[in-house]
Nanobody
């Protein structure tokens, strides 16, 4: 089994940047498709960005050009670089690992964009 631990959230002003990290335990990291989701108060959880085992990336339209997902198999870590942050990016961000029907979630990290 894999466990996920997110870090890097916090309070940032509009236009600022943050980098989220998700560290995965175990030796099977390279076999998992990884994703970052977010959930704002009163809203459904949504996929923000995903990266496959082969490195294919996808993004929700609202973050294209601002967010970048990447993975480092040597460190068992997936990152989400967030630039030009907007107040509407405020949410709890969750890391997700998926392999077939096996899905694991991290505990989440709060991102607040406010002046």
């Amino acid at each position: 089994q894999v466990q996920l631990v997110e870090s890097g959230g916090g309070l940032v002003q509009p236009g600022g940047s943050l980098r989220l990290s998700c560290a995965a335990s175990g030796s099977m990291f390279r076999f998992y498709d990884m994703g970052w989701y977010r959930q704002a108060p009163g809203k459904q959880r949504e996929l923000v960005a995903g990266i496959s085992t082969g490195g294919t990336k996808n993004y929700v339209d609202s973050v294209k050009g601002r967010f970048t997902i990447s993975r480092d198999s040597a460190k068992n870590t997936v990152y989400l670089q967030m630039n030009s942050l907007k107040p509407e990016d405020t949410a709890v961000y969750f890391c997700n690992a998926r392999s077939g029907s096996y899905v694991v979630w991290g505990q989440g990290t709060q991102v607040t964009v406010s002046s």
